[in-house]
């Protein structure tokens, strides 16, 4: 099958690859790139396990192909913080135990950070809202909606 070159920023960094027309965003970012904290989970874009922020914007990573990306900016959940430095959002879930197993916790950032930027005083029915798209099996949403409120209150205005 024929390659087709792209360029793309992920994370701040410029990326020049030759891809197959086939080739999900989500297993770019994943294998091509190394960039793991991309979550797949349902691939039929449902569980947001895979969500990136694509110009600015989530989206679903399992429902766009590397080639479409061609010439737009990327951020993974690698972007957000280190071990050594957390971003606020990130704190806030350690903080409140939003967390659990942290297979949906990805996704639940990259959702959660235009969000909060938008919103930076959310009420709990604009968390809920902003989060009805993301699926997590372990928490019950309480702690992660908690979380977003703590968040809100850390993250520079």
Do not use: W
């Not at 410029?14 to 091509?32: I, T």
């Not at 349902?42 to 922020?53: Q, V």
């Not at 600015?56 to 429902?63: A, D, F, H, T």
């Not at 971003?87 to 916790?105: I, R, S, V, W, Y």
């Amino acid at each position: 099958m024929d390659k087709f070159p792209i360029t793309v920023n992920v994370n701040g960094v410029r990326y020049d690859r030759a891809v197959e027309p086939r080739l999900l965003l989500s297993d770019f970012l994943r294998h091509d790139l190394c960039l793991t904290g991309t979550h797949v989970g349902c691939e039929h874009g449902i569980c947001g396990a895979c969500t990136i922020l694509f110009d600015g914007e989530p989206v679903r990573s399992c429902l766009i192909f590397a080639v479409q990306a061609n010439g737009h900016d990327i951020r993974t959940v690698e972007s957000l913080g280190s071990t050594e430095n957390l971003h606020p959002l990130q704190e806030a879930f350690h903080e409140k135990h939003a967390l659990q197993c942290g297979f949906c916790t990805p996704g639940f950032l990259m959702t959660l950070i235009p969000f909060l930027e938008k919103h930076p005083k959310p009420t709990e029915e604009e968390i809920r809202e902003a989060i009805d798209g993301n699926i997590c099996r372990c928490t019950g949403y309480e702690n992660i909606i908690q979380a977003v409120k703590l968040a809100s209150e850390k993250m520079p205005r």
